[in-house]
């Protein structure tokens, strides 16, 4: 409930600045693992056990994945290397390499997102409207990225195009998931010491927590944004029972969405506006 309440100030109060989510996000984030840590730490466990692993399982995994862990730290200098390169080339230059200027907007959004570009909505539009496309394309890409196979993080391309044609698509894509594949890489490397020791098991339930809050930010913030008249709050509810009751896929709940837009604005159905 603190991040979501967290991520709504954010992104709505005029006097905090768009740019300012990009650190506030991975800050709550910290915040929820060292309280979760916190807990484990007092013995205190409302929030489930915290378990040790055996050193033998450990060494079992590692073994399996193959991925040493001095791998895993030049992968991290590797990662670091490029955020700050891109930030300090786009500061020098602003404006002069648009294509590079998407590169490391997402990149550093990239960089943040846990567990789904969902929690990071608010961000992305916050920073990428107008800044490379207006509030209509963002909420069409959008719609247009869940109707179609693939991870959400497949509406990076969008806003690359709309903003730069195909090489902007290109940089937008490679900024958005390249953080995933190091950050994995990384965590592989980590992952069959870490996975079951107490206090990360810990940090890990906060973290989660904290990005459940994000999403559900994320469902308020595309509430404001996206449902302005009656109709569209009916549409809403319908589209949210055909997925969640009847567990209809997205694509034809989007499109059934469609056709029903164009009924109710061509018969003039509830279309008193929410004022």
């Not at 768009?18 to 929820?32: E, H, K, N, R």
């Not at 890990?204 to 994000?214: Q, T």
């Amino acid at each position: 409930l603190s991040s979501m309440a967290g991520a709504i100030l954010v992104n709505g109060d005029l006097n905090i600045k768009s740019t300012d989510s990009q650190f506030v996000y991975p800050i709550m984030l910290a915040i929820g693992g060292f309280l979760t840590l916190i807990d484990a730490t007092l013995n205190r466990t409302p929030l489930g056990s915290y378990s040790i692993a055996s050193s033998r399982r450990a060494h079992r995994v590692s073994g399996r994945i193959g991925i040493p862990l001095i791998a895993g730290a030049m992968i991290f200098q590797l990662w670091l290397i490029i955020l700050l390169a891109a930030m300090l080339v786009d500061a020098l230059f602003p404006g002069q390499m648009p294509n590079l200027e998407l590169f490391q907007s997402f990149f550093r959004i990239g960089s943040v997102i846990f567990g789904g570009g969902e929690d990071v909505l608010a961000m992305m539009k916050t920073q990428m409207v107008p800044k490379f496309l207006t509030r209509e394309q963002f909420f069409q890409g959008l719609g247009l990225s869940q109707a179609l196979p693939g991870p959400i993080f497949n509406f990076s391309a969008f806003i690359g195009a709309v903003y730069q044609d195909i090489p902007g698509a290109i940089c937008a894509s490679l900024g958005l998931f390249l953080p995933s594949y190091l950050f994995m890489l990384i965590g592989m490397s980590l992952w069959a010491r870490l996975r079951m020791v107490y206090w990360f098991k810990a940090i890990l339930k906060g973290v989660n927590a904290v990005a459940i809050g994000f999403i559900g930010a994320a469902c308020i913030f595309l509430w404001e944004s996206s449902v302005h008249k009656a109709a569209d709050a009916i549409i809403c509810v319908i589209s949210l029972g055909l997925c969640g009751i009847y567990n209809i896929s997205a694509p034809i709940v989007i499109l059934l969405a469609a056709v029903l837009g164009v009924i109710f604005e061509k018969a003039q159905w509830a279309q008193v506006p929410y004022n």
